[in-house]
Every structure is written in structure tokens, then in C-alpha cells.
């Protein structure tokens, strides 16, 4: 950190938060507004009424720092409009690049590790002091859907992953502050919860060593939960029991997302993701026989180091086969610190483009075919918003994107017959 700041004025400060990058950053977000408004400050603002920012960072692609370097360089202006206003930053950049970005950006006043904001908001408090009256009340949240991280880190080395580095090792939060914080988020309006971890999976806690599916039992009798997903798993960890809890919970949505990188064993070995294809297939397989009604969504890289045409084409094999309903694909940035980095990036760009544009145009495809099966079946919406033309719109508990013919109640949840479909999504009344 810098000197401090020079205060302005008498007035609780105002604080925008600005976010890019993975889930566990939104839940990062949404706990740094609460403990600002524990302090008594006030989170929520919009950056021209803001006397303080907060950059919550990204560093797994070197596409999100540039996005947040480009944000830096915007807020130098923002910055001198105004005396008083600061900037303060952590996430991800803060693991790989600590102090070093003070000096690189000579206006940005603090930066701090999210894993231990306590000094940073010690700080903060001691500085606004005088214009604080203690805790302000949050209002009620405008999300009907939340992030709830329960296992903080990643204890594996997948040699492409900077997340190990810059969130270190798995820490598994006790189940009953999980819990309790489920019932926070309910009683501020959220109706649908997403237990978060980088491996949630190997969750554990501390103190019993129950796992996720106990975990998600506990989470399911919340008073007022409707809908309950969880984010991201590895393959080595997907239990019987998980699949069974999702089966079995009602407010455990039919969804699994399950990340497979490579259909290469080859290609996964050089990840070290420590499973095989075929392993990876036996879990689906497992998942589809379990839980009725289950869409399946996954992750893959292409143009990893050395990725040749033959394991291109086992991924592009594999995902032709399994027919996933959702397919998040991304060619393969470098990391620095990470194993893979020692590597040569041997793909060339256009290579990676082409391989990302073919896999792409093949699950358009085979979401289209999946979606197109849906129609003329009734689907349950949770209406998540209004959008232009004043039409409702939502997900399925398989989270499908759903349009409604007809008014509705953002909240509601609707059992809505599917009229049409495209490979984004479904339309209905």
C-alpha cells in the first residue's frame, strides 16, 4: 500500500467493485461488498459516484489481464477527477504479480491478497474513520442466483493451471459456515445457489470430514432454497454418492459439469490430469444411469503444447460421441510459472483457431439436436429477468436458457412447453 489517501468530505464512502474472470471472483465480489458494509462503507455504486474501486482480477489467460490493465488505464483519469477517490486492487494478478504492480501503476493505491483482506480493510476502516457510523445495511440482493464458495485452492498441478499458485492449496470452509451463509444469501432474496470451489468436489470439513454430498444435503434443507448446483469438479473425484445426491435432493438441479481438456490420453497426460478417456467416459456414463434427465457440460482445451492432428481429432471424436449439452471451449494461453510455460507453444495461432472453430461448429450442431428434442415438452424456468421487448427469460434446472411467451414475474417459477428451439436456447409458453 501506498500513504494513505487524503479523505474527502463527511459521508460514508461510496465503493465500485469491478470483476472479471471465473466464478469464485463474482463470489470474491460479493464478499468484499459485505465486508464494506460491515465496516460501513457503502458497495453498490457506480463508478462516477465511487470514492474507492476495487478491481477483482483475473490470471488464468493473459486476455483477462489485458482487460484489467486496459481498466487501470482508465481509472488514472477517473482517478484525478475528483481528490480523494482511490484504487485498490487483488484477485488473481495479486498471486502472480504482488507489490510489482504498485510500482508498474504508479495511481493504483492498494493491493492486497483476497485470501487475507483482513490488513486491507483494517487499513481502510482506519483511514475513512471519521465518516463511518458503523455497519450499513446491504440491501436486498438483485440476484435471484449467488456463488457460495466451500473450498478455497487446488491442491492439483494440471501443467497449464496457474490457479494453484495464485489461490494455493485447498482449504475447505466448515460446513457450518456454509451453511449459515446459504441462509444469509436466502434471506436477502436468492433463490438459487451455486456451491463454488476451484476442485469442489474434494470438499472436506475440517472439523467431521464430511464431503460435497453431505455438504449438499445440509444446504438442501435450507428454508427457502430452490435450486442448488455446484462448480467445477475433477474427474477423479466424482463419487457414486455425488451422482446419487444430485439424483436425489430436490433442490440439487439435474446439471453436472465435469471438465475434460483433451480426448487425448497423450494430451492428458502432458496436462497431468491423471485420468484416461476412457475413465473420463465411465463417470458419464455412471452420471446418465444415476440421474435421470442430466445435461452434461464440460470444458476443453485445444492447441495445448504439441497437440497434433491425431489427438485434435480423438477430441473432436469424443465430444462427436458423448453429445454433451454444453461444450466451453478455449485454445491454449501460456502461463507463466506454470510447468506447461517451459514448453514450447508449438501451435500455431491459426492452428488453434481453426481446431476451436471446428469443434465449435460441431457442438452447435449437437446442442441444436439436443435442444430440437426438447420441443413440445414442459420444461420448469426459474425467470431470472426481462429482457428487450419486455419478454421473460430464465434457465431450466438442466440450465437451458429459456424464453417465455407471455408475462411473468421475474422469480417465478414456471413449467413452460417448449414451442422451438436453437442450439442457445429454448422458446416457450
Known sequence: MRAPMAVVGDKAP?????????????????????????IGLRPGAALDDADLT??????????????TNGKLGELAEWKEERPGRAIALTGCMVGEHGSDLLRRFRHLDYVFDMREPDGFMARIRDLYQGALNGPVPLPASDRLCAYLPVILGCNEMCTYCIVPFVRGKERSRPKDQVVDEAK????????????????????????????????????????????MRFLTSHPRNASSDLMTAIAELETACEQFHLPVQSGSDSCLRRMKREYSVADYRTV??????????????????VGFCGETDSEFEATYRMVEEVEFDTVHIQ????????????????????????????????????????????????????????????????????NRVVW????????????????SATAWQLVGG
Open 184 to 227: 444469509r444469501m436466502v434471506d436477502r432474496g436468492v433463490v438459487e445457489i451455486t456451491l463454488l470451489g476451484q476442485n469442489v468436489n474434494s470438499y472436506r470439513d475440517p472439523a467431521s470430514g464430511i464431503d460435497l454430498p453431505h455438504l449438499m444435503s445440509m444446504v438442501d434443507r435450507v428454508p427457502g432454497l430452490r435450486r
Open 54 to 67: 476495487v478491481l477483482v482480477t483475473c490470471a488464468v489467460r493473459q486476455h483477462a489481464e489485458d482487460k
Open 331 to 398: 485454445a491454449y494461453s501460456p502461463r507463466p510459472g506454470t510447468a506447461a510455460f517451459r514448453r514450447p507453444d508449438d501451435v500455431p495461432r491459426a492452428l488453434k483457431s481453426e481446431r476451436l472453430q471446428r469443434l465449435l461448429e460441431l457442438q452447435r450442431k449437437i446442442s441444436l439436436h439436443r435442444n430440437q428434442a426438447l420441443v413440445g415438452r414442459t420444461v420448469e424456468v426459474l425467470v431470472e429477468g426481462i429482457g428487450q421487448g419486455g419478454r421473460p427469460f430464465g434457465r431450466t434446472r438442466q
Open 284 to 301: 458419464l456414463e455412471k452420471a446418465r444411469t444415476i440421474i435421470p434427465g442430466l445435461s452434461l457440460s464440460t470444458d476443453v482445451i
Open 404 to 419: 417465455v411467451n407471455g408475462p411473468a414475474q421475474v422469480g417465478a417459477i414456471l413449467d413452460v412447453r417448449v414451442e
Open 14 to 38: 461510496r465503493v465500485h467493485i469491478w470483476q472479471i474472470g471465473c466464478q469464485m471472483n463474482s463470489a470474491d465480489s460479493d464478499s468484499l461488498a459485505e465486508g464494506f458494509a460491515e
